[in-house]
């Protein structure tokens, strides 16, 4: 299971992540004027040669620096958090950000694709097009995000950092529905990203504003990381990590069990097609689990 942690910034923050066991480390960056930043492309390259990875959201649309950003920084995934929709949650330009990433993905092929997929807070607006807005980029993205979708975004133009958590429903049925493997965030902190996973099931968990420091009113500061927090939140995840697994390892023996009781009751001539269908469709949900499985990686 995934840890994500975003605004990695310095290669002093970077090496405390992989210290702490955080799988994917994002940094941010800023404006198109100011993306060339020696420091930043030595924390990007810490995970060179390493387990750990790093991913880059550019929070500018502009191509030719989004090219010249990847030749400079290679980061083993960009991440694109495009709002995608209007402020009354209709889709917007959707064909357009597909085709800029086709067009990224032909010139770096070895750059990994995370795409957000915005989502509204729970109740809020039930009838959005997530999974038309995901079905779009399906194909050409390594990784889903889910991000908590407001009116009036905090960076317009882009979903993330609010601080709020998203519907879990609609979560839940992205992670279902999709196959690329999502990972959830949101209003993720080390407080509510264990019940969080249990209930979405999904293939990891981020965490920015909910990690970083507060100031004296008790807000987030950007850019600055409590790594007390982190820990805390890498330890969160992987408790839901092997609850996850546990409960995937008794539900693939049950589908097992079932298996063998359906081959062993069939006929030896003369065996109906809704009989092999059925079989079919357990060794297609075992074989389903166990790549979930594999996946898992207690720490």
């Given amino acids: 299971m995934i840890v994500q ?12 992540c992989i ?5 994917h480390l994002g940094s941010v960056v800023l404006d198109s004027d100011g993306w060339r930043r020696p420091v930043l492309r030595e924390t990007v390259r810490l995970t060179e040669g390493t387990r750990h990875k790093s991913s880059m959201i550019p929070l500018f649309r502009d191509p030719d620096t989004v090219c010249r950003l990847l030749d400079y920084y290679r980061p083993d995934y960009i991440h694109f958090c495009d709002a995608l929709t209007d402020p009354e949650g209709k889709i917007e330009d959707l064909e357009k950000h597909v085709d800029f990433q086709i ?17 509204p807070r729970t109740d809020e607006m039930p009838d959005f097009p997530f999974q038309k807005i995901a079905n779009g980029f399906e194909a050409i993205s390594e990784f889903f995000l889910t991000d908590t979708w407001v009116r009036d975004a905090p960076v317009e133009g882009f979903v993330g950092i609010t601080g709020k958590t ?9 992670v279902r529905k999709s196959t690329v493997p999502v990972i959830l965030a949101g209003g993720l902190s080390p407080q509510n990203v264990r019940d969080a996973l249990m209930s979405v099931k999904a293939a990891g ?5 909910q990690t970083n420091r ?10 600055e990381k409590d790594f007390v927090k982190v820990a805390d939140f890498v330890k969160a995840v992987r408790e839901a990590e092997a609850m996850l697994l546990e409960e995937k390892t008794a539900r693939l023996a ?7 009781d ?3 009751a069939l006929p030896a001539h003369s065996v109906r097609p809704h009989q092999l269908q059925v079989i079919e469709e357990l060794e297609d949900q075992i074989s389903v689990l166990e790549k979930e499985i594999a996946g898992y990686r207690i720490a």
């Fill in 262 to 264: 359906r081959e062993k």
């Fill in 214 to 223: 507060l100031d004296p009113q008790g807000s987030p500061i950007r850019f």
């Fill in 19 to 23: 210290e702490l066991g955080v799988d």
């Fill in 5 to 16: 942690i975003y605004e990695i910034q310095t290669p002093k923050e970077a090496e405390k």
């Fill in 254 to 260: 049950l589908l097992k069990a079932q298996l063998l």
């Fill in 166 to 174: 998203v519907d879990e429903k609609m979560a839940r049925a992205l």
């Fill in 205 to 209: 968990a981020d965490s920015c504003t």
């Fill in 103 to 119: 067009f990224l993905k032909e010139k770096f092929p070895e750059i990994g694709m995370i795409r957000t997929i915005p989502i």
